[in-house]
């Protein structure tokens, strides 16, 4: 007997309640409810037929390897944690037209010249307007199908019969089961064809690619659910401004997290960028104050960027603080360190804070670049610009050590840069082979005095 019912689901987490409330108990979030309603299939506890299955001594379970399969794109391969594993299910998120729809069509072109079978459902285009961004992309092999369909049934029915290695998505939100009466997009709606899918991916071994729109706050829209049920979930980031994205994974369950892929946005879609550093340091400018080049480290890959600061005199009561890329936070309570340990007058100044290149990082590694940024720019005085720094700063000023310094050095080695900037405590740990100057520092006072 099927009944309905209204529920009320937050938007935000997914948490289920009978009746609304202001303030989501389970995230905290305000105003977040909204009405659905959902059939429900009642009497399901007489249709136990089947015998429950016994559990299994771990040792005696069977190691089959895990399937993977390249995309063609080493960068999103990478992010996967080495390939694309069948019978997985990837949420791709990013904001409207940052280029998830080509990033997908692209790894669609170079599976199905592989002649991998794929098919790319979309909910949002027409035929005609996939072939028109398909023609700026380049040539197509006919083992990729398209199909325009927005019902979830007769998507499974297609899916089912074609059985694709590989399914995308576009998306997520444009999906409705017709067995559900909430819209396309609501909670219930998402979290039923997502369901769907995991089954299909599961049952019939198919890699599935779903597109997920971000909200206003960069989450996921509506569901938080849909990241707890997928495999994988990678975000597509980037400055509107800038025409390089970065492809971040958040979640993954075959490989590590926080690893990301750099690509730039061209005539001809998406490209990979191999060397993230070099093309985050093009443009720096050379013997200018408040310059300082940092070394970051994005999953197990490091990134060298260009810090910038500018320190000048405030014509106001209150300094005026801001940093682009970093934390506010991080920056004024940096400020408080110098102010304190150096007896520096910066209560006086405004100063911004700025990553080069519009990516954000939030490590605090970039510490010491950020304070010789700061110093520099306050002192008018060049850092040597063929140097490298990285450190977090405690609130005595005092230099701490970071992980991964070693990957640190030697990317800078291979940029070319010949000197690097790092916590003494470090030092005894790393070897070298001569070719770039080490220098470790213990506290603020001593860098600056080394330094500046
Ligand atoms: P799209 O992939 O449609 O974004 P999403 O699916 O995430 O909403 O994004 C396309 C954007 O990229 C659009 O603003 C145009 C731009 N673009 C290029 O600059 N070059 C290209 O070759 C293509 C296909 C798109
Ligand atoms: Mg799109």
Same mark, same amino acid.
């Given at each position: 007997?099927a009944?309905?019912?209204?529920v009320?689901?937050?938007?935000?987490?997914?948490f289920?309640?009978?009746?609304?409330?202001?303030?989501?108990?389970?995230?905290?979030?305000?105003?977040?409810?909204?009405?659905?309603?959902?059939?429900?299939?009642?009497?399901?506890?007489?249709?136990?037929?089947?015998?429950?299955?016994?559990?299994?001594?771990l040792?005696?379970?069977?190691?089959?390897?895990?399937?993977?399969?390249?995309?063609?794109?080493?960068?999103?391969d990478?992010?996967?944690?080495?390939?694309?594993?069948?019978?997985?299910?990837?949420l791709?998120?990013?904001?409207?037209?940052?280029?998830?729809?080509?990033?997908l069509?692209q790894?669609?072109?170079?599976?199905?010249?592989?002649?991998?079978?794929?098919?790319?459902?979309?909910?949002?285009?027409?035929?005609?307007?996939?072939?028109?961004?398909?023609?700026?992309?380049g040539?197509?092999?006919?083992?990729?199908?398209?199909?325009?369909?927005?019902?979830?049934?007769?998507?499974d029915?297609?899916?089912?019969?074609?059985?694709?290695q590989?399914?995308?998505?576009?998306?997520?939100?444009?999906?409705?089961?017709?067995?559900?009466?909430?819209?396309?997009?609501?909670?219930?709606q998402?979290?039923?064809?997502?369901?769907?899918?995991?089954?299909?991916?599961?049952?019939l071994?198919?890699?599935?690619?779903?597109?997920?729109?971000?909200?206003?706050?960069?989450?996921?829209?509506?569901?938080?659910?849909?990241e707890?049920?997928?495999?994988?979930?990678?975000?597509?980031?980037g400055?509107?401004?800038?025409?390089?994205?970065?492809?971040?994974?958040v979640?993954?369950?075959?490989?590590?997290?926080n690893?990301?892929?750099?690509?730039?946005?061209?005539?001809?879609?998406?490209?990979?960028?191999?060397?993230?550093? +070099?093309?985050?340091?093009?443009?720096?400018?050379?013997?200018? #104050? =408040?310059c300082v080049? *940092?070394? &970051? !480290?994005?999953?197990?890959?490091?990134?060298?960027?260009?810090?910038?600061?500018?320190?000048?005199?405030?014509?106001?009561?209150?300094?005026?603080?801001?940093?682009?890329?970093?934390?506010?936070?991080?920056?004024?309570?940096l400020m408080?360190?110098?102010?304190?340990?150096?007896?520096?007058?910066?209560g006086?100044?405004?100063?911004?804070?700025n990553?080069?290149?519009?990516?954000?990082?939030?490590?605090?590694?970039l510490?010491?670049?950020?304070?010789?940024?700061?110093?520099?720019?306050?002192?008018?005085?060049?850092?040597? +610009?063929?140097?490298?720094?990285?450190?977090?700063?405690?609130? #005595? =000023?005092?230099?701490? *050590?970071? &992980? !991964?310094?070693?990957?640190r050095?030697?990317?800078?080695?291979r940029?070319g840069?010949?000197?690097?900037?790092?916590?003494?405590?470090?030092?005894d740990?790393?070897?070298?082979?001569?070719?770039i100057?080490?220098l470790?520092?213990?506290?603020?006072?001593?860098?600056?005095?080394?330094?500046?």
């Amino acid at each position: 007997m099927a009944k309905q019912k209204t529920v009320f689901f937050c938007q935000e987490c997914g948490f289920e309640s009978s009746k609304w409330m202001g303030q989501c108990p389970g995230c905290r979030q305000w105003n977040t409810f909204v009405e659905e309603k959902t059939t429900r299939q009642t009497g399901s506890q007489g249709a136990r037929s089947k015998e429950a299955p016994k559990p299994v001594a771990l040792s005696a379970i069977e190691m089959t390897c895990e399937e993977r399969f390249t995309s063609g794109f080493p960068e999103l391969d990478h992010v996967l944690g080495g390939g694309i594993v069948s019978g997985s299910l990837v949420l791709v998120g990013g904001d409207p037209g940052i280029g998830k729809s080509t990033l997908l069509l692209q790894v669609c072109q170079s599976l199905s010249r592989e002649r991998i079978d794929v098919l790319y459902i979309s909910g949002e285009e027409s035929l005609q307007q996939i072939k028109l961004r398909a023609k700026r992309i380049g040539a197509f092999s006919d083992s990729l199908t398209l199909l325009c369909e927005t019902n979830l049934e007769t998507i499974d029915e297609v899916i089912r019969r074609e059985k694709p290695q590989v399914a995308v998505i576009d998306s997520i939100q444009t999906v409705y089961s017709e067995a559900i009466t909430s819209s396309p997009g609501s909670v219930s709606q998402v979290r039923e064809a997502t369901g769907a899918f995991m089954q299909l991916a599961k049952g019939l071994g198919i890699m599935f690619f779903l597109v997920g729109h971000v909200t206003k706050e960069g989450v996921v829209a509506g569901p938080r659910v849909l990241e707890h049920m997928v495999d994988t979930v990678l975000y597509f980031e980037g400055d509107r401004h800038a025409s390089y994205r970065i492809l971040r994974s958040v979640k993954n369950r075959f490989g590590s997290t926080n690893e990301i892929g750099v690509f730039e946005m061209g005539e001809q879609g998406l490209s990979e960028v191999e060397n993230p550093s +070099e093309f985050m340091l093009s443009g720096k400018p050379k013997e200018a #104050s =408040g310059c300082v080049t *940092a070394c &970051s !480290m994005e999953g197990t890959r490091p990134i060298l960027l260009e810090v910038q600061a500018l320190v000048c005199r405030s014509s106001f009561g209150i300094p005026r603080r801001t940093a682009a890329g970093t934390d506010t936070n991080r920056v004024n309570l940096l400020m408080a360190v110098l102010e304190k340990r150096l007896h520096l007058r910066l209560g006086e100044c405004d100063a911004y804070v700025n990553i080069a290149g519009g990516m954000k990082v939030n490590e605090p590694a970039l510490d010491l670049a950020i304070v010789l940024a700061i110093i520099s720019s306050y002192k008018d005085r060049c850092v040597d +610009e063929k140097t490298v720094f990285f450190g977090e700063i405690g609130l #005595s =000023g005092e230099v701490r *050590a970071v &992980s !991964m310094a070693k990957q640190r050095i030697q990317e800078a080695q291979r940029l070319g840069f010949t000197g690097c900037v790092l916590p003494d405590v470090s030092l005894d740990s790393i070897k070298t082979d001569g070719g770039i100057h080490l220098l470790g520092v213990r506290n603020v006072q001593e860098a600056v005095q080394k330094l500046l």
